[in-house]
C-alpha cells in the first residue's frame, strides 16, 4: 500500500486530472496539491469527508489511510521499531474499553 500522498497522487493520475483540477472541489490550490503531493504539506483533515466522495471511497477507509500515514510518519521520526505499533493497537484498546465502562467514547 502506498503512503497517503502517492495514494493521492495516483488517483488524481487516474482520473486524467491536473493538479489545479484535482484541488479545485475541495478548494485547494495547484500549488498546494503538489506540496501535497511531494510531503511539504499535509492534506487537510476537514476535507477528507469531501475527497472519499470524489473518490467514491468509504471515508473510514480513507480516513485510516490518512491518519496511519501520520502514525507512521511520527514512528519514522523518533527512530521507533516496528513493534510501536503493537503497542499503540494495545492501547487504543485499552483506551476504547476503559471509556466503554465509564459511559463515554473519546476518540
Do not use: W
Not at 502517492?6 to 475541495?26: A, D, V, Y
Not at 487537510?44 to 472519499?52: H, K, N, Q, R, V
Not at 467514491?56 to 519514522?76: C, G, P, T
Amino acid at each position: 500500500m502506498a503512503i497517503f500522498r502517492e495514494f493521492l497522487k495516483t488517483e488524481r493520475k487516474k482520473r486524467g486530472l491536473n493538479q489545479s483540477e484535482f484541488g479545485q472541489p475541495f478548494g485547494i490550490i495547484m500549488t498546494d496539491i503538489s506540496k501535497i503531493e511531494t510531503g511539504k504539506k499535509k492534506f487537510p483533515f476537514g476535507s477528507l469527508e469531501a475527497l472519499a466522495k470524489f473518490l467514491d471511497m468509504d471515508y473510514l477507509e480513507l480516513k485510516n489511510l490518512y491518519v496511519a500515514d501520520k502514525l507512521v510518519e511520527e514512528a519514522h521520526k523518533y527512530q521507533c521499531s516496528d513493534a510501536v505499533f503493537s503497542v499503540a493497537e494495545s492501547q487504543s484498546k485499552y483506551l476504547k474499553n476503559k471509556n466503554a465502562k465509564q459511559g463515554i467514547i473519546k476518540f
